[in-house]
């Protein structure tokens, strides 16, 4: 087969690495890819916002099969286009991707279907949503409503706090229009997970779990990213927690789509709490999670392309999906300055010198002749895994040492957790 990956971070780098693992696997491309992509499938240098493009592209190579990593073109039809003019691909329509393009849609969807999540309401008037946050206890989670690249949801401590993050959305506008509808929302205490799984619409299969970092700063601090580093499996989720969510939340979930004619077909992501009342679901995503993707998918046994097209031709029912029982640890390195200003265009250095079963997944790279350079704020994610997380996170703090950029950074406590290290 044809395969086009679409996307260029390292979410879809982990994509293309394991679908190039396929024996279906005749020409396999991605659009735009970075350096690490390069390596071991063919770039096409297409942005994945640009529809059109990517669909002539498909067409013109000849692509049996297209995957979509990133939110920005399911909300934008390309699942709807792609279908029109033929071409195989997986993802959710548009409308489906509203489950993760609109948290209003989200959340009357669980309200109305009694999917367990936080008590909400939602208001497109500033004044109205002024007047309730006042009355409400803090802290208080005030959300855009539109994609926001994961930075639209403001956890707040106090009254102050929220009103100033009410403002910033709906009279400011930093999200644009993605803020012309809020939700104000109470706050959910307790640990907090990914899980996954896949879906054809019918059948509910879900992923192993996997935890992620937001924040920049060790210890949860400083501003949010696009995610600093993740790991799988979290010990405190265990396979009864996975059966709950999947009966409570994932199928419901499923079933509530098909119900109201937007049947749901490909990766359904439950961002959960887990609550001294269950799980809750925080968000939806459409799509595979970044960074959860990099340290989910070397756990993975099974063929990908195998289960993406049981999902499309609504045949997950008949194939057996598995999974590794080794842990794996995946920390992002960034550049200096990251989720604020930064260079780019600095040689990487010492990328040949890690250990051979260690990963190192591609974001914001590029090449130059025979260097690597840096191309965004999220650069890597080194990638290790172990028999334990104590292994994996030996192997893999000790191999980023040898990767050198200017002003490089990580998170020195990815899974720490898990171990009781710093006393978090
Ligand atoms: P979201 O954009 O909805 O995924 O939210 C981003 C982050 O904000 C989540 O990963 C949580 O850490 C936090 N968050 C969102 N909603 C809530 C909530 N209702 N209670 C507590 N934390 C929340
Ligand atoms: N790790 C969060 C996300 O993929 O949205």
Redesign the pocket.
Known sequence: MNILVIGGGAREHSLVWKISQSPRVKELYVAPGNAGTGLIAKNLDIKATDLEALAQAAQGREIDLAVVGPEAPLAAGIVDLFQDRGITIFGPTKEATRIESS?VFAKALMQKYGIPC?KSRSFSSFDDAKGYVKIQKPPI?V?ADGLAA?K??I?SHSTDEALKALSDIMQERIFDSAGDQVLI?????GK?VSLLAFTDGKTVVPMVAACDY?RVFDGDQGP?TGGMGSYSPPNFFDEEMTGRVRDTILEPTVRAMAKEGMPYKGVLYA?L?LTQEGPKV??FNARFGDPENQVMLPRLESDLVEIMLAVIDGTLDKIEIKWSNKACIGVVMASGGYPGSYKIGLPIEGLDRIDKDTIVFHAGTKTRGDKILTDGGRVLTVVASGKTIAEAREKVYSNIPFIHFEGSHFRKDIAARELNLFGF
């Not at 929302?185 to 205490?189: A, G």
Request: negative net charge.
């Open positions: 948290k936080a989670v959300k994961g639209g949801s956890v929302e109470e706050c959910l205490m907090e937001k949010n961002g709490m925080l968000e």
